[in-house]
């Protein structure tokens, strides 16, 4: 099993730009998040989809979009890319009727000048 | 309002020396407290789940225990491999969404 998988792993936007984030597991879990990481400021939720079919809003989600495309893929967009969403973003999966614990992604690390 | 906290936000051991991190949390009706490590530029790695005060789990020179208010990770006789970021994330009942804390830097010299 890859587990969770995060394409790409690097990329460098200038401002205004777009892009998708994609995000895949294999693990057969129904609910799946995007968190950004920044020095200092830990892990913090952007979205999330608790099952197929289903999106909402975390804690720092302005200038984001998700889809939820099926079960296995969550992906997220960024439409106009701002220097202040230059991070590290991961990717996770949970199963939430089991033991819930996430399992995450290797990351992709945005830079946006 | 959910509050993970942890603390040191980093620490220096020398291999051998023994010391525990700590998470304090306040959430409305735990329903599990997570233990991940985090190794540079790579995604956090489950370790373990508590769910109720008084269990413990072990893994290799790991030790996470739980009561009402916080969490400890034990590290005994740590090795220089033991360095990493170790985050706690705490579940508040009914709910799909960990609270996570900062994290503790850990290294270990040899």
């Known amino acids: 099993n890859a587990g969770v998988t995060q394409t790409p792993k690097f990329q460098v936007l200038k401002t205004g730009q777009s892009m998708t984030l994609q995000c895949a597991q294999d693990?057969?879990?129904?609910?799946m998040y995007w968190y950004r990481q920044d020095p200092g400021m830990g892990l913090r939720l952007i979205y999330y989809s608790a099952s197929e079919g289903t999106t909402d809003k975390g804690e720092v989600p302005n200038g984001y979009n998700v889809s939820r495309l099926n079960k296995r893929e969550f992906s997220l967009r960024l439409e106009s890319a701002a220097p202040s969403q230059t991070s590290v973003y991961f990717c996770a999966s949970s199963e939430w009727r089991d033991s819930y614990e996430q399992y995450f992604g290797p990351g992709t690390r945005l830079t946006v000048t | 309002e959910d509050q993970v906290t942890q603390s040191p936000e980093a620490l220096r051991l020398q291999e051998g020396e023994s010391s525990s991190l700590n998470c304090s949390y306040t959430v409305s009706g735990l329903r599990g407290l997570f233990w991940y490590r985090q190794d540079p530029g790579k995604g956090p790695e489950f370790l373990f789940t508590l769910y109720s005060a008084g269990e413990e789990k072990e893994k290799e020179r790991l030790k996470a225990t739980l009561t009402k208010k916080e969490s400890f990770l034990h590290i005994t006789a740590p090795k220089p491999e033991d360095s990493a970021t170790y985050l706690c994330?705490?579940?508040?009942?009914?709910?799909?969404?960990?609270?996570f804390g900062r994290g503790t830097s850990l290294i270990v010299h040899p």
């Open positions: 994330a705490a579940y508040p009942g009914g709910s799909y969404i960990p609270t």
């Open positions: 693990m057969n879990h129904n609910s």
